[in-house]
């Protein structure tokens, strides 16, 4: 499992023009599922994310975390942060998550994340989504389950 988590001052999420999700300060995450992926990695990575300590305190210092400024959570599910590019120009996908195996783990990861955090907006899984964000620092961190 892949989290890209993006540190935004606003985010959003539409779909056919017409969003769908949005959100203030917080994480814009994009979400990729293999297919070896459980619930259990699922809890590991939210846990991760939920006590990531990358906004700043008074002092400058990446010392708080989502809770600690009131943080908002965008999820977006994306297939594609499992491409393997290693043969020719065209990705393969074949590490990505079965459609309904993944879209399970992100609906779990939603559900888990809305008992923690006050406002998790979602984006719409397998659709053609326009996504906005401002990135605040920029501050990108990914979360791979095989390197945690």
């Given at each position: ?20 999700g949005k ?37 400058g210092k ?87």
């Amino acid at each position: 499992m892949k989290f890209v988590i993006q540190r935004v001052t606003e985010s959003s999420v539409s779909v056919d023009g017409t969003v769908i999700g949005k959100i203030g300060k917080g994480f814009m995450v994009l979400i990729g599922v293999a297919e070896s992926d459980t619930e259990e990695i699922a809890d590991k990575l939210i846990r991760k994310l939920i006590g990531l300590r990358i906004f700043e305190d008074e002092n400058g210092k990446t010392n708080l975390s989502l809770a600690d400024v009131d943080g908002e959570l965008l999820l977006i599910s994306q297939f594609t942060l499992y491409a393997n590019c290693k043969k020719g120009n065209r990705p393969s996908f074949i590490d990505a998550g079965n459609p309904d195996k993944a879209n399970a783990l992100y609906e779990y990861i939603i559900s888990k994340c809305k008992e923690q955090v006050g406002i998790v907006q979602t984006g719409s899984f397998g659709a053609d989504m326009k996504i906005s964000l401002i990135n605040d620092g920029p501050f990108t961190i990914i979360l791979d389950s095989e390197k945690l």
